[in-house]
T-cell receptor, first 113, second 110 residues
């Protein structure tokens, strides 16, 4: 069964460094998403991406964040200058179209020291 | 606005039924979802219901939707130890995102 994959599973970085989190969505899906979950808190929407552009973003997704689909398979989230409060589990998701079920990857745990 | 509320904890004896409740606010949501998260793992889509349905059954899972009260519930029949997890209710207020509740931690005791 096709699934969303994410790499790395765990990333440790120093405050102020740039990180890139990688995702491979399900191959025939057209909508891509990033969510994050700070430890013990609810899953929060960050951004959605469709037709090679951002379709919606939350207040959390400020200028430090960017997303890219550099080729036909990868979908990346870049945090330009990490802060301590960026420590969280980051989930990538994809869906065939809008307003249907989204399939989530296993997540990347980001730890900012 | 979007606000999804769930009770935080549920303890249930193995073999009993579990019922997890959720309320949501956005009446434009087309689908409502239940996701399961096991310790240290990602989000697994358990089931979903279309907003014009009031019930959906899938093996041990029964979803009930009261659209008038914006109330969603998930019933797990014959709860097993493997059902211990956090269960998230979610709505999709538009084409582009899901709004999640805080999650209900279900603990199954022997």
């Amino acid at each position: 069964e096709p699934e969303v994959t994410q790499t790395p599973s765990h990333q440790v970085t120093q405050m102020g460094q740039e990180v890139i989190l990688r995702c491979v969505p399900i191959s025939n899906h057209l909508y891509f998403y990033w969510y994050r979950q700070i430890l013990g808190q609810k899953v929060e929407f960050l951004v959605s991406f469709y037709n090679n552009e951002i379709s919606e973003k939350s207040e959390i997704f400020d200028d430090q964040f960017s997303v890219e689909r550099p080729d036909g398979s990868n979908f990346t989230l870049k945090i330009r200058s990490t802060k301590l409060e960026d420590s969280a589990m980051y989930f990538c998701a994809s869906s065939f179209r809008g307003r249907v079920e989204q399939f989530f990857g296993p997540g990347t745990r980001l730890t900012v020291l | 606005g979007e606000d999804v509320e769930q009770s935080l904890f549920l303890s249930v004896r193995e073999g009993d039924s579990s019922v997890i409740n959720c309320t949501y606010t956005d009446s434009s949501s087309t689908y409502l979802y239940w996701y399961k998260q096991e310790p240290g793992a990602g989000l697994q889509l358990l089931t979903y219901i279309f907003s014009n349905m009031d019930m959906k059954q899938d093996q041990r899972l029964t979803v009930l939707l009261n659209k008038k009260d914006k109330h969603l519930s998930l019933r797990i029949a014959d709860t097993q130890t493997g059902d211990s997890a956090i269960y998230f209710c979610a709505e999709n207020p538009n084409d582009y995102k899901l709004s999640f509740g805080a999650g209900t931690t279900v603990t199954v005791r022997a």
